[in-house]
């Protein structure tokens, strides 16, 4: 969160520049983010994209050491270490075995941490008052950062190419060059290993949400979303378990589309277990949601990246998620939850050549 004058001017002009091709580029195909209300998603962010604001791996195991000293409800456990043995956490809520839990994972994908910001705040949020009386009636599971060696950019390949100013850059894959969320089946990498092996066998787990970034320019209805939701579609699941990821969907619907700020669509993602979505959602009877939030930390390409002007609205979208999800798993409406809003729905549209996140 320190070193925001530690920029590079030359990075600064060359990334200027990017951004102003991809502005041209989305207003050439109609979506223009003309009349852009407070920092909303039709903000293109053409302003600077600085990974100095970012917490580090290190200052994010100071902060969440800083919440497990005064939080008593909250636990705080060393699940595993990733390739560079850095270490990953989890941060439990465990009040009581009967009640239904929840788990949060955020950045599988290196570059994609203001679900990480987020997810920081609302074990900040844990700690208060008001959040007490919630913590009785659920349980919660936090593992935030799961790719640090990604997100510190300490990896054993060049990022020479990677757009963002400020002291590191960030990046999808672990260290090991490996998309982390294409190892569920095979479990082949240490940060996968210790998700399975010390998070997801070893608690009854009813809920989980998937957190990631995807590019700035997928749309629906002509404009821009803040972000996507999909529940598991591989054929290895109940209906039950995908009905219960189609409930803590219009959980997330019905409390983040509404605000000023907020315009989801549906993610148009794949069928392979390999992906978390799918495969803890086949493995274990987890009902999963994935959840994409609008632009990266840090990219090669300019028109993922999304400026800082728009991590106000993207780490409240985080929050809001978190904490809406937490008190319906809590009180129970999660489980009456009307799922049809998933039937009109429409896919986002992207731009020809954006890859999926996921
Ligand atoms: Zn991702």
Known sequence: MKNISKQFPTRVLKKSSCIIAGSALLLGLG???????????????????????LHTHESMAAELRKQDAKQSAMELEVIG???????????????????????????????????TEGALEVI????????????EDVNILVVPMLNPDGAMGDVDFPLDDYIASGDRHLTRYNANNVDINRDH????????QALHNNVLSAYDIDYM?????????????????????????????????????KRLGAVVYQNVDPTGWGHLGKYVGGTANTIARNGIAAEYGISTLLFEMRGMSDHYRSDYVLGQKSNGYLRQQTILTLESTIKAVADGSVETMDTSFWDSLPEQASLPGEENDE
């Open 31 to 53: 979506l223009a983010p003309a009349n852009a209300v407070g920092e909303g998603p039709n903000h293109n962010g053409n302003e600077t994209v600085n990974t100095s604001i």
């Open 81 to 115: 270490h990733s390739a560079k043995g850095r270490e990953l956490f989890l941060a439990k809520y465990l009040s009581d075995p009967a009640n239904p839990t929840i788990m949060f994972l955020t950045q599988q994908h290196g570059n994609e941490q203001l679900t």
């Open 124 to 135: 900040k949020h844990l700690g208060t008052g008001r959040m007490a009386k919630v913590l």
């Open 185 to 192: 089946v095979a479990k082949t990498q240490p940060e996968i």
């Open 209 to 245: 949400i998937d957190l990631h970034h995807q590019g700035t320019r997928s749309a629906v209805d002509g404009k821009l979303v803040s972000g996507s939701i999909l529940y598991p579609t591989t054929e290895d699941v109940s209906e039950e378990v995908r009905e219960g990821s």
